[in-house]
């Protein structure tokens, strides 16, 4: 069975500097990897995803993440934080190539000015 | 960009009533929509999937006679929560997958409902 976690309940760093929100899953075979960003009173929003292509992804906005097999890792990275980007963040899997969803548990970003 | 939307936002209810949640497409046809619970500071938990013109299914430990979820259209899936207790009080999400396109990577998320059962 396929499952994700996600390190960090929350993350704080100040606007203009990296921004890294861990995500490492758990599939018995390379499974398809997504970030999804939920703002308040917003639907979730696809940020990147991976399916088996390159591995590193760069996705909208800025941010990127890297599969590492090895590492069974999937961390979202962002080279300079905006204040836009205060949000919390799900990282999922999908499930047995049936298009059904497994989430973390999120992480929220806050960003300080 | 492709839109979804829930009605309502927000709901207030009696024990021992039903609630009814839509979720709709605005600018495109989804053959499949899916319904997500999502507890204070949790995860989303996949409910059922709902695909246009058939029968949904549910993910195990779901009651389906207690959460009701019918696809009539193809912009249109409503989840009804039947005589609704304390306990079923959550954010209600619901996502849509374009009729064109593979459902994982294009799925398109409401902006959630959420459900207060007094």
């Known amino acids: 069975a396929q499952s994700v976690t996600q390190l960090d309940s929350h993350v704080s760093v100040s606007e203009g500097t990296p921004v890294l929100l861990r995500c490492n899953y758990s599939s018995s075979y390379s499974p398809s990897l997504f970030w999804y960003v939920q703002h308040p009173n917003k639907g979730l929003q696809l940020l990147l995803k991976?399916?088996?292509?390159?591995?590193l992804v760069k996705g909208i906005n800025g941010f990127e993440a890297e599969f590492k097999k090895s590492e069974t890792s999937f961390h979202l990275t962002k080279p300079s934080a905006h204040m836009s980007d205060a949000a919390e963040y799900f990282c999922?899997?999908?499930?047995?190539?049936?298009?059904?969803?497994?989430f973390g548990s999120g992480t929220r970003l806050l960003v300080r000015p | 960009g492709a839109v979804v939307s829930q009605h309502p936002s927000w709901v207030i209810c009696k024990s021992g009533t039903s609630v009814k949640i839509e979720c709709r497409s605005l600018?495109?046809?989804?053959?499949?929509m899916f319904w997500y619970r999502q507890f204070p500071k949790q995860s989303l938990m996949l409910m059922a999937t709902s695909n246009e013109g058939s029968k949904a299914t549910y993910e195990q430990g779901v009651e389906k006679d207690k959460f009701l979820i019918n696809h009539a259209s193809l912009t249109l899936s409503t989840l009804t929560v039947t005589s609704a207790h304390p306990e079923d009080s959550s954010f209600y999400i619901c996502s849509a997958a374009p009729a064109t396109s593979g459902a994982t990577d294009t799925q398109y998320f409401g902006p959630g409902t959420r459900l207060t059962v007094l």
């Open positions: 999922a899997v999908e499930r047995d190539s049936s298009y059904k969803l497994i």
């Open positions: 991976y399916t088996s292509a390159a591995t």
């Open positions: 600018d495109f046809q989804a053959t499949t």
